[in-house]
C-alpha cells in the first residue's frame, strides 16, 4: 500500500464544466444505424423502427450530445437522400466503408430518436464531394422557418416547426489520405471560411468546428492546424481533435497504455497553444474552444481486410470491438483529464454509441448490453455537474519512456454550489498495490454527507461483458470511506476507477 493526497480549493476552480463533454457519436457504419440504433423488427422497436432497448441504454449513459451522421461517410453523403418519402430514397454505394446506404435513416428519423432520448443533435456537413452551397441548403431545410423552397419542403416532409439543429461540423478529417477529396490545409481552410459565412447567413446562432488533424501523430499536426486556422478563425467556434488509443507493438504494456492519458493532455494544450498563436498573429482577444469529437480505445479491431468486403453489403459487422476492463480504467482516466481540461475543451463524443467501437452492443432480434467502457463513461456523466476544480496531486509513480515520471492517481474533482455536491473521480494506475488516498474538499463545507461511492474493478483486467454475461465488469460499492469536515479519506484497490459523491450545506 502507497499513500497519496489530493487537494482542491473552492477559490481555485479551473472552469464551468460544459455537459457535452458527455458527448457519442453515431456514424452510417457497420451496424451503428442499421441492426444497431435502428432494427425495425426488434420486439423493442418503435414506430419508426428504433430499438427501445438501445434508447434506454442511451439515457442511461446520460450522453448529452450526439454527433451525426459521420465520420467518414459524411465526406460522400447527400443529405438530399436521406428526406422524404422512404419508398423514394436512393440506395447508394458508400465509398468511405464500402458498403450500401439504403438511406432508410435520415436527417428526420434520426431527429426522431434524439427526442425520443433527450440528447442534442450535432450535424456535419458535407465538405468531400459538396461544398458551401450543399451546406447552406442543408441548413436552410432544417432551421428555416418557413416561406422558401427548402424549409417549406422540410414542412411538406411532415416537420412543421424548425429542427432546431444549433452545432455543425464543417467536414470531417479533412487532412487524412483515406478521407473521401482529401484537402491540403489551405484548400479545407478556405472552404470551411466560406461555408461558415454561409451557413452563418442562413442561422447567425450556429455553433460551427472546423477540422483539426485527424490525429495528433499526423506528420501535418501543427501545421495543418495553423494554416486552416489562417482562413477560418474568426468564422468559427471550434477546432476539432481526434484521438483513438492504441496498444502498439513496440510497447504493450499496461503502464504505457495508461500513459496516453499524458499524450491526450499534451494533444490538448499544443491544439491551444496553436489556436492561440494565431489569435496573437490576429491580434485577436477571441479565444477558441476545442471539440473532441472522436475519442475511444481502438486497437485490435481497427485493420484487416474486414473494412473492405466484396459485394457492398449492407450494415456489415465492422470494428465490433470488445472491451476489456483495462480498456474501461484508461477511458475513465481520459475522463478526468478531459475535465480537468475544461476552459477550453468544451464538446467530446465517445466514437461511437452502437457495435462500431462502442459502449453499447446487440445482436439482432436479440438483447443490448453494456461493455466494459461504459461505466465510467455514465458514471461522470450522471455526478459531474457544475465548477471544474484545479486539483493538487501528490502520488508515487511511474517510469514511462515518453512523459517521464507519472503518478499512479489520476483526478478531477467537479463541484456544484447550487446543491453542495462534489464529485470525485479518481483512477488508480497501480497494478500491484492499493493507495491510501487522503482528499482534501477545502472551502467546500465541513458538513459532508455521502451521497455515492462506486468502484470499477476486476481481477483479471483482461475481463469482458459478453451477450452472456453483461455484467462480468460491473461498479460495486466501494467501501472504507471516512469522512471528518473538509478530509476524505478512502482506500483504493489496484488498478480501479472510483467515483465518490458527497454533499454539504453552503452558507
Not at 459 to 470: K, V
Request: hydrophobic fraction near 40%; include cysteine.
Amino acid at each position: 500500500m502507497f499513500k497519496a493526497t489530493l487537494t482542491v480549493d473552492r477559490h481555485f476552480d479551473l472552469a464551468p464544466l460544459d455537459r457535452r463533454l458527455f458527448g457519442v457519436f453515431v456514424e452510417h457504419l457497420g451496424r451503428c444505424v442499421y441492426n444497431g440504433i435502428h432494427e425495425p423488427s426488434h420486439p423493442t422497436a418503435d414506430e419508426h423502427g428504433f430499438r427501445g432497448d438501445v434508447i434506454e441504454l442511451t439515457k442511461e449513459l446520460g450522453a448529452t450530445i450526439v454527433r451525426y451522421p459521420g465520420g467518414n461517410f459524411m465526406s460522400g453523403y447527400n443529405w438530399e437522400d436521406g428526406v422524404g418519402p422512404k419508398a423514394e430514397r436512393p440506395r447508394r454505394l458508400d465509398l468511405a466503408w464500402f458498403s450500401t446506404e439504403t438511406n432508410q435513416v435520415g436527417t428526420h428519423e434520426f431527429m426522431h430518436w434524439c427526442e425520443q432520448v433527450g440528447i442534442e443533435p450535432m450535424f456535419g456537413v458535407n465538405l468531400g464531394t459538396r461544398g458551401p452551397d450543399e451546406a447552406r441548403h442543408y441548413l436552410e431545410y432544417c432551421n428555416h422557418p418557413g416561406g422558401t423552397a427548402l424549409s417549406d419542403l422540410r414542412r411538406a416532409h411532415g416537420a412543421e416547426a424548425p429542427l432546431g439543429i444549433k452545432f455543425w461540423c464543417l467536414g470531417n478529417e479533412m487532412d487524412g489520405p483515406w478521407q473521401i477529396c482529401q484537402k491540403t490545409p489551405d484548400e479545407y481552410g478556405r472552404i470551411a471560411q466560406e461555408t461558415a459565412k454561409l451557413m452563418r447567413m442562413v442561422d447567425p446562432n450556429v455553433e460551427l468546428a472546423a477540422c483539426g488533424s485527424s490525429a495528433y501523430d499526423m506528420p501535418t499536426y501543427g501545421a495543418w492546424e495553423d494554416r486552416v486556422l489562417e482562413h477560418c478563425f474568426e468564422q468559427v467556434d471550434y477546432l476539432s481533435l481526434h484521438s483513438y488509443f492504441v496498444k502498439p507493438p513496440s510497447d504493450d504494456s499496461t503502464e504505457s497504455f495508461f500513459a496516453q492519458i499524458e499524450t491526450n493532455a499534451h494533444y490538448i494544450e499544443d491544439t491551444v497553444a496553436i489556436a492561440d498563436a494565431v489569435a496573437a498573429r490576429k491580434r485577436s482577444a477571441k479565444r477558441l474552444m476545442l471539440s473532441f469529437d472522436e475519442w475511444n480505445v481502438w486497437y485490435r479491431a481497427r485493420h484487416g481486410e474486414h473494412l473492405k468486403q466484396a459485394g457492398w453489403p449492407e450494415a456489415p459487422r465492422l470494428l465490433e470491438e470488445v472491451y476489456t476492463f483495462e480498456d474501461a480504467l484508461l477511458v475513465g482516466g481520459m475522463l478526468t483529464m478531459m475535465m480537468n481540461h475544461a476552459d477550453r475543451l468544451k464538446v467530446a463524443c465517445m466514437a461511437q454509441l452502437c457495435n462500431v467501437i462502442a459502449p453499447i452492443m446487440t445482436e439482432p432480434g436479440g438483447p443490448a448490453w453494456r461493455q466494459t467502457i461504459f461505466h465510467p463513461f455514465a458514471q461522470a456523466a450522471r455526478w459531474a455537474k457544475g465548477s471544474v476544480l484545479r486539483p493538487v496531486i501528490e502520488s508515487p509513480g511511474f517510469a514511462n519512456a515518453k512523459h517521464g515520471e507519472l503518478p499512479y492517481l489520476c483526478a478531477s474533482v467537479v463541484d456544484d454550489a447550487a446543491t453542495g455536491q462534489t464529485a470525485v473521480f479518481l483512477l488508480n494506475r497501480s497494478l500491484s498495490d492499493e493507495m491510501d488516498l487522503s482528499i482534501t474538499l477545502r472551502g467546500l463545507g465541513t458538513e459532508r454527507e455521502l451521497v455515492q461511492a462506486e468502484q470499477l474493478h476486476s481481477a483479471d483486467l483482461q475481463a469482458t461483458n459478453t451477450a452472456d454475461a453483461p455484467d462480468r465488469v460491473a461498479p460495486q460499492a466501494l467501501d472504507s470511506i471516512a469522512i471528518d469536515g473538509e478530509q476524505l479519506r478512502v482506500k483504493l484497490k489496484p488498478a480501479s476507477w472510483n467515483v465518490i459523491v458527497t454533499k454539504a450545506q453552503r452558507a
